[in-house]
């Protein structure tokens, strides 16, 4: 069956209120094929019993597979790594103080499959001796539970750790068939989790983070969501901590909750 125009907006309505991102007319066409294969694999022949099983019954699987159908999770290895090197050269030594190895915790939000977490992992691991000197907890979640099942098995195609340079991507990855996987020590070390950031119910569990990274989300949300997002975050940073962002993300930040840490970097200190 092929969803009409007005079908496509209620289902944009539902997905903006649940998940934050805006859904135009001519992103809605792009998966409007992705959601019909959604509807196919429950065996709906008709929106509108479809549009309830999501919409009132809360049917938790099947408005899961509609989510994972309509985000976009293109991320790769290394992407916009100079805020990687701020991190591992500048702001990570900071937090090595006397002779106490302080806990840094740090939340990748979206993480996608996972590449942000792992580069973020591989600068540090690459940083000198910095490891030594402090401990890291990592945890990566995105809503799309996809996206997450791949962030755990640490398989990636070429074209994904292709801007790595060559003697990271040797030291850390061994080749199957096509295909790069993670060492299995950094698999291991990092956490991820499914998480809509607008469900308070698992953010609030989370506990507090000294570094936040949230690349690439919030230019798909309205002016509202974007505030709401910055509002989650603030909650979820410690005093004094750091939020990193994307480019094209900073728009509707509260200037008075995060300032610029340094011009063009688009990385903020918390207040
Ligand atoms: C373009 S990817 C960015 C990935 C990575 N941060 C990067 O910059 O390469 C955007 C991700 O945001 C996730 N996302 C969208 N809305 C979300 C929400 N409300 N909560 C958590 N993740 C969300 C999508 O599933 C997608 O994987």
Same mark, same amino acid.
């Given at each position: =069956?092929?969803?009409?125009?007005?079908?496509?907006?209620?289902?944009?309505?539902?997905?903006?209120?649940?998940?934050?991102?805006?859904?135009?007319?001519?992103?809605?066409?792009?998966?409007?094929?992705?959601?019909?294969? /959604? =509807?196919?694999?429950?065996?709906?022949?008709?929106?509108?019993?479809? +549009?309830?099983?999501?919409?009132?019954?809360?049917?938790? *699987?099947?408005?899961?597979?509609?989510?994972?159908?309509? !985000?976009?999770?293109?991320?790769?290895?290394?992407?916009?790594? *100079?805020?990687?090197?701020?991190?591992?050269?500048?702001?990570?030594? @900071?937090?090595?103080?006397?002779?106490?190895?302080?806990?840094?915790?740090?939340?990748?939000?979206?993480?996608?499959?996972? *590449?942000?977490?792992?580069?973020? =992992?591989?600068?540090?691991?690459?940083?000198?001796?910095?490891?030594?000197?402090?401990?890291? *907890?990592?945890?990566?979640?995105?809503?799309?539970?996809?996206?997450?099942?791949?962030?755990?098995?640490?398989?990636?195609?070429?074209?994904?750790?292709?801007? @790595?340079?060559?003697?990271?991507?040797?030291? +850390?990855?061994?080749? /199957?068939?096509?295909?790069?996987?993670?060492?299995?020590?950094?698999?291991?070390?990092?956490?991820?989790?499914?998480?809509?950031?607008?469900?308070?119910?698992?953010?609030?569990?989370?506990?507090?983070?000294?570094?936040?990274?949230?690349?690439?989300? @919030?230019?798909?949300?309205?002016?509202?969501?974007?505030?709401?997002?910055?509002? !989650?975050? +603030?909650?979820?940073?410690?005093?004094?901590?750091? @939020?990193?962002?994307?480019?094209?993300?900073?728009?509707?930040?509260?200037? !008075?909750?995060?300032?610029?840490?340094?011009?063009?970097?688009?990385? +903020?200190?918390?207040?």
């Amino acid at each position: =069956m092929q969803l009409s125009d007005s079908e496509l907006e209620r289902l944009a309505i539902f997905l903006q209120k649940r998940v934050g991102i805006v859904l135009e007319k001519q992103k809605l066409l792009r998966f409007s094929r992705k959601i019909e294969d /959604v =509807m196919k694999k429950y065996k709906f022949d008709d929106f509108s019993s479809f +549009y309830h099983a999501v919409r009132f019954h809360h049917n938790e *699987e099947i408005t899961q597979d509609l989510i994972n159908a309509v !985000t976009v999770n293109e991320t790769y290895f290394w992407r916009e790594h *100079e805020q990687f090197e701020i991190l591992s050269q500048e702001i990570l030594p @900071l937090y090595v103080k006397n002779n106490t190895i302080p806990t840094v915790r740090i939340l990748v939000s979206p993480c996608s499959s996972g *590449e942000e977490v792992y580069s973020i =992992m591989l600068a540090i691991l690459e940083s000198g001796n910095l490891i030594e000197k402090i401990n890291i *907890e990592i945890v990566g979640i995105d809503i799309d539970s996809n996206m997450i099942q791949k962030a755990k098995e640490g398989l990636y195609s070429k074209r994904s750790v292709e801007k @790595l340079p060559a003697h990271i991507c040797k030291k +850390y990855f061994t080749k /199957v068939g096509t295909l790069y996987k993670i060492d299995d020590s950094l698999r291991e070390a990092a956490t991820f989790l499914q998480a809509n950031i607008f469900d308070a119910s698992i953010i609030n569990k989370l506990g507090s983070f000294d570094i936040l990274f949230s690349r690439n989300m @919030l230019i798909y949300f309205n002016l509202m969501d974007k505030r709401r997002a910055f509002d !989650t975050f +603030y909650k979820l940073l410690k005093p004094k901590s750091y @939020l990193f962002l994307g480019h094209a993300d900073a728009s509707q930040i509260d200037k !008075t909750k995060f300032n610029p840490l340094k011009i063009h970097s688009h990385i +903020y200190k918390r207040i």
